[in-house]
């Protein structure tokens, strides 16, 4: 079985994020870039099915800026066995329709019997890359799972749902995308870091995938967020409980 995980390079979820006034864009210059925690989840589930059938092929895809590199290669010291990297600079500042158009070209000749992603970025939280992948490549997409059963011959998965949970099933090839339910990502070890070294890492531009960059979206207008006001305080003076529904009430969060 080949494995593909779609891995994502974003700024430390540990630091505040801000957008730059003069791009609209993520500042990426503002915080370490690490790989998104829930990528890092997905690659994790990879890595359980290769352990446990050595045949297993995982690679790690990637689309971003030059220092991008540094997460592939990090993926690779967790276990992954190959990075393919879609570098080029037309496609800086992609938004979720060209990003997905790209991946899925860089996809389409690399014989994934399961691609593996996040439901969504931390950065970007649009949750609809994985989606649009499936639709160019025409493949069944398992998304949002709590959890994952994955076979020789098919992928079942769990799907958390408002009224309760769905079981749902796909032969192969397939996308499939995972949740903050799976289980967290291992520590590379240090014969990891070291074998990452020598493990291969395919470069590929937008060219070379047949991807037009020039239709995206543009970012119109930043604003700063507003600082946070002080709450109003209820006193309770004999009619307090009658306030604070009406306070509730208002906002229309009862």
């Known amino acids: 079985m080949k494995i593909v995980v779609l891995i994502k390079q974003v700024p430390d979820t540990a630091e505040e994020r801000r957008l730059s006034p003069d791009t609209g864009r993520v500042d990426r210059e503002g915080a370490e870039p690490v790989i998104d925690e829930i990528t890092e989840r997905a690659l994790e589930l990879a890595l359980t099915v290769k352990y446990g059938d050595k045949s297993t092929e995982v690679v790690a895809a990637t689309m971003g800026p ?3 590199a540094k997460s592939l290669r990090k993926a690779l010291s967790m276990g992954a066995d190959s990075g393919l990297h879609v570098l080029d600079d037309s496609l800086a500042g992609a938004d979720a329709v060209l990003t997905a158009a790209a991946l ?3 996809l389409r000749g690399a014989g994934a019997d ?4 996040g439901n969504e970025s931390t950065d970007g939280r649009a949750g609809m890359i994985p989606a649009i992948i ?4 025409g493949l069944p997409l398992l998304g949002s799972l709590v959890s994952a059963e994955i076979g020789v011959n098919a992928v079942t998965g769990v799907r958390q749902t408002e009224a309760g949970t769905q079981d749902v099933t796909a032969t192969y ?5 995972v949740t903050e339910r799976f289980e967290e990502a291992r520590f590379p070890n240090f014969k990891g870091i070291m074998g990452a070294k020598r493990k291969p890492v395919s470069t590929i531009s937008a060219s070379e995938l047949g991807v037009a960059a020039a239709a995206r979206s543009t970012v119109l207008d930043v604003a700063q967020r507003p600082a946070r ?3 109003r ?3 309770d003076d004999g009619n307090a409980a009658a306030e604070l529904v009406d306070f509730l009430a208002a906002r229309r969060l009862i």
């Open 229 to 231: 006001t002080a709450g």
């Open 233 to 235: 305080k209820i006193v």
């Open 134 to 137: 499936a639709e160019h490549l």
């Open 173 to 177: 090839p397939a996308v499939l995308t």
């Open 66 to 68: 030059p220092d991008a």
């Open 114 to 117: 399961l691609v593996i992603a």
């Open 104 to 106: 899925a070209a860089a």
